[in-house]
């Protein structure tokens, strides 16, 4: 795990409530780490068109992993929507704000 992983993740799950009931706690939790990912890689400048492609890769990616798992889809959008959602609110109450080396990878990791 990169160091920008490794920031987002420890955010992402410090920040997000439980109460999620998925089939399976781990594709939620990837989408939740890509959807952070996402919402840092647009304070970066990252185009809606570069995340949803970076969206779409991780999630290809991790489904190729868990392709037995029923609900992988709305398992890893539902984790998705929750990161962004955890960013966003960092981002706004100023808890949290990538620094030029995290955006230098996200924006490397959207192209």
């Not at 420890?10 to 989408?31: E, K, M, P, T, Y």
């Not at 890769?57 to 998705?80: E, T």
Request: include cysteine.
């Amino acid at each position: 795990m990169n160091r920008y992983t490794a920031v987002i993740a420890a955010a992402v799950l410090a920040c997000a409530s439980g109460g999620v009931h998925a089939q399976d706690d781990g594709i939620v939790n990837f989408g939740k780490i890509v959807g952070g990912n996402a919402e840092n890689g647009k304070a970066c400048g990252a185009s809606q068109s570069q995340i949803d492609g970076y969206k779409a890769k991780q999630k290809q990616v991790m489904q190729g992993m868990y392709a037995q798992v029923k609900n992988f889809g709305s398992d890893f959008d539902n984790g998705y929507k929750l990161g962004q959602q955890t960013m966003q609110k960092a981002h706004a109450t100023g808890t949290y704000k990538p620094d030029a080396a995290i955006c230098k990878q996200l924006l490397s990791e959207m192209r």
